[in-house]
């Protein structure tokens, strides 16, 4: 084929390709007038006469499920930035994702679509928010806990500064069982997701408890144009089947989907995770002019194994083994949601209202021999909630200064939860005693207010503020012969026979309220032109702390040297943070979308994960200062590249008085030898703060036919205890992602997680804790004779305990439409993938 023909070719499929790409723009399509000429005969007077008629018909838009969509070929090179969204990478048929808002009001806020979500391989649900730019999801404990989340120098833990939320629905579950912030998106399904909304920091009058670090606000679709069954197989036994479907129904439509899924892992103790998983909505309208109701229901259990220390390793321990094969779970989900929505020239309104009961059962043993040496460390954290709340929001829209575009916002958001949770020290899951059995119910309203208004065409600016006003009581359930055994003088350790118990309960029963006053501010300024905005931001934030923190008045798992009651100090309900940004977003270069924030965040209180209770601790406040550089590149329709980092110092304020008694007892001469003092002396390192996390995305292909997806994820070693001794590996993994497209909606896929076989640990921790195999085990119980020392025993062998990254594995998706009509079903060209372009006439 000649060089001319080779042009007349490509030019001809570009032509053809932008004219696909146009079609594809228009979302909307325009109300059509048709005119034609009828001819008309009619008779009257004895003579028959015919006339011409010029008239019209008009035929209305379709509806967006009845739109036939050309798939994407090239881009707009004006919106390449959209492209993976435009593409579907995710689903066979077309969605109609929402279009991103027009201003973001921080340049470090992000919305993702759906299909921009689902582009990148995630090995677990929660991991696809790692589209956010700077937060890494992990997991340590079996595939139906929450995950462990990590965002500007925060160990989240579990989600204790970064708010959740699912259609309006918070996540986070204060005073829980296991921590508090709670939040658990295991139940979460990418597939059925609309967008993602990203803020980071409190600076939005919205975001309330446990947004320090940022807000996610997911939402899921009200309607597909086709529906969509996958299913999945790949090593280590998992599996799993997916479809979501649409129908209409009573004036609106009906959107339903689900999941079933198992895996094993490469432990050897299986996790055996059995999860079922289901979405029911009916809705009418769009999203801001509508109203829906939605109902969802999960269930899932699993067995897990925990992290290990590193130590046993060293032994020949396997790296996929467990120290306590009966740790595991389950859990459970129902929820019933709704929504109104309504928007004219003049005002915006929203109600919002949810309904949820879950439940959790949970068996953990992370310091293995130290509390109990006979028994083991085993415990049982249990949750029994339902949650109730309802949101209302009313923008109204005038000209302040009579040419001033303002809008002012009034909203109201309320919550209560009726929670039953405890904790109880078990063996192979049955357990023996109780050390927390409490019945609290926790309440909350805010009135928020804010203010936008654009003074000039580059310059706006929003003002506002919340008020927050928490109440609640706790019942302590423990009754006396469930309460924990107290060794008594001249009797041995847990002997059943003991009379003596801790019992606590009624002593740390009481009602607390607090409030807070959360002022916010935002400067959007666009100069030079509309390519370069320049934001600050300032906002004030709060995490609400265990409500049983509030009214507790002794410790309830620790005696004194008179084997008598400790007491604890209590703690305030409400613990503020405040937050500013200053940061620059640009598309000066073409096809190029970059943002850069320096940020700064101040703590009151740290919560902190603590090895030998399992739990969380608050600890005193902590600065952190951070620079955050995104960029997203497509030069092309069919490649695209995603680079973003993050680097934060973060370092505790003050003195630790607590600790450097601690660490005076470890030096003593029967505890010097046994290096403890190494990794407990004060320090102001903030326990597993994440200095950099930075993440490389690559792209490649289009809407139809070939594609692939690669993921580089990095997190540096990060200090695990104050004095900084114990740090953790760095972590770097590689995903990939492989498939076909066909223009029929079908798609076969092969992701590849950990590629390159990364052998460091997915989390890791620094504390103290026991095996048999450990010479100061022997010496703690006698059948060595060496020096220790209490403090040294109940600190435990000091060291780096961590849960290692699956081996590489893999998982094969293949999918299409979900058409109950068979005279509609288009056929499938199975060959198509592996037919070779013809470069000649």
Known sequence: MSLNGSLRVSAVALIAALAASDALAQTKLPTIMVGHVHAVTHSHGGKTHTHTLYHTHVIPAPRAADRVVVPVAVADANDGFDSSAQQNTALGPRIDYPAPPK??????????????????????????????????????????????????????????????????????????????????????????????????????????????????????????????????????????????????????????????????????????????????????????NGASITGMAYANRWNSTDQVPLRAFDLGFSRWGSLNASDGGDTTRFSLSGRWAQETA??????????????????????????????????????????IGGNAYHTLKFNLLDDKESELKFGFQSRYDDIRLGLQDSVQRVAYDTVRNDHVGEGSIALLTDLKTRWTPWLKTIVGARWDYYWGSNQGLQNYWDSPLIPAFGQPDFDPTNPFRLWTGPANSG??????????????????????????????????????????????????????????????????????????????????????????????????????????????????????????????????????????????????????????????????????????????????????????????????????????RYIAPRALTQDGFLKSPAIGTVNGRLGYRWKEGWKLQLDVFNMFNSRSMQIAYGYGSMLPTDPLFQACIGAISAPTTDAVCSTGQMGVVGHPIEKPSWRLTFGGPLDFNPATTKGLDLTEPFQLVKFWE
């Open 103 to 288: 201003e973001m009001p921080s340049s470090s806020e992000r919305f993702f679509t759906g299909g921009q979500v689902n582009t990148i391989p995630s090995f677990r649900p929660g991991e696809a928010l790692e589209v956010v730019p700077g937060l890494a999801v992990t997991q340590h404990s079996g595939e139906g806990k929450a995950n462990q989340y990590y965002l500007r120098g925060f160990d989240l833990d579990h989600g204790t500064d970064l708010a959740l939320y699912l259609d309006a629905m918070p996540l986070n579950m204060r005073t829980h069982g296991h921590g508090q912030g709670y939040s658990d998106a295991n139940f979460v399904i990418p597939e059925m997701l609309a967008y993602v909304d990203a803020r980071k920091g409190p600076y939005n009058v919205e975001d309330g408890d446990f947004s320090n670090a940022g807000t996610i606000r997911m939402q899921y679709l009200r309607k597909v144009p086709q529906g969509v069954f996958s299913t999945t197989g790949g090593a280590f036994g998992y599996g799993r089947v997916f479809g979501m479907k649409s129908w209409e129904f009573a004036g609106g439509d009906i959107f339903g989907g689900g999941e079933m899924s198992t895996y094993d892992g490469p432990w050897i103790v299986p996790n055996q995770a059995r999860k079922i998983n289901g979405v029911l909505r009916w809705s009418t309208g769009e999203e801001n």
């Open 346 to 387: 003049s005002y915006r309104t929203k109600v919002e209202g949810f309904a949820m009961h879950s439940t959790l059962n949970l068996f953990n043993d992370f310091t293995y021999f130290l509390a109990n040496p006979v028994l083991g460390d085993q415990f049982r954290q249990f949750d029994r909630r339902t949650m």
């Open 511 to 712: 009602a607390s309220n607090a409030q807070l006053l959360s002022p916010k501010a935002s400067v959007i300024l666009n100069p030079f032109d509309d390519k370069t905005d320049f934001y600050l931001n300032f906002g004030r934030g709060f995490h609400s702390n265990d409500f049983r923190a509030t009214t507790q008045r002794f410790a309830a798992n620790e005696i004194g040297d008179d084997l008598g009651y400790v007491r604890v100090p209590k703690n305030g309900l409400l613990s503020p943070s405040t937050g500013a940004e200053v940061g620059v977003k640009t598309r000066a270069i073409d096809k190029l979308e970059s943002a850069a924030t320096l940020f700064f965040i101040q703590t009151a209180q740290e919560n902190i994960f603590e090895g030998d209770s399992g739990n969380t601790v608050i600890a005193r406040g902590a600065d952190r200062i951070g620079v955050e550089l995104s960029n997203h590149y497509r030069p092309l329709s069919w490649l695209a590249f995603e680079g973003d980092v993050t680097a934060t110092h973060a370092r505790f304020r003050g003195y630790d008085k607590e600790q450097a008694e601690l660490f005076v007892d470890l030096l003593q001469p029967d505890a010097f030898q046994w290096g403890a003092w190494q990794s407990n002396a004060p320090g102001n390192y903030l326990v597993n703060a994440t200095p950099i996390i930075a993440t490389g995305v690559l792209e490649l292909g289009e809407a139809t036919g070939w594609f692939a997806n690669f993921k580089y």
